[in-house]
């Protein structure tokens, strides 16, 4: 089902302060910034081979990533892996009997189509299945 690991998702309180990490230590570059309103976050994706880092910073103190930052701290967020269809490979995880945070895909960011999978039903480790280019919003 998995096609290849989309990005991994780090959870930051300062996302200037961790985009100029990136920079200074590794030389990486911002490919995409974009602010997700229906999530309440402000991402920056750094670009390594046909990955992203996200690093995610809540822009409200109700969402769930300040959530995640209030009771976690930084760090490891999710794991996104790329499918062919969103909607298919949701559909097959439910079919399985296994909760999901999304009952339907949703739009994502850079044009892509997302959907969650619960972490308690994948060992602690929250996952986005994640459709590149996709249009069915």
Do not use: W
Not at 49 to 77: C, F, M
């Amino acid at each position: 089902m998995f096609t290849e690991i989309d990005h991994v998702a780090i959870a930051v309180n300062d996302l200037e302060a961790a985009k100029r990490y990136y920079l200074e230590v590794f030389g990486a570059t911002v490919e995409h910034e974009e602010v997700i309103e229906s999530d309440g976050v402000a991402e920056a994706l750094i670009k390594v081979a046909d990955s992203y880092i996200q690093l995610l910073s809540p822009i409200s103190e109700d969402s769930p990533v300040a959530k995640y930052l209030a009771k976690r701290g930084e760090g490891l967020h999710h794991v996104g892996y790329r499918v062919a269809s969103c909607a298919d490979a949701l559909a097959a995880v439910a079919s399985k009997g296994y909760a999901t945070i999304d009952e339907k895909p949703r739009p994502g960011s850079r044009g892509t189509t997302v959907a969650f999978v619960h972490p308690k039903e994948a060992f602690g480790t929250l996952i986005e299945l994640v459709e590149e280019g996709s249009t069915s919003h």
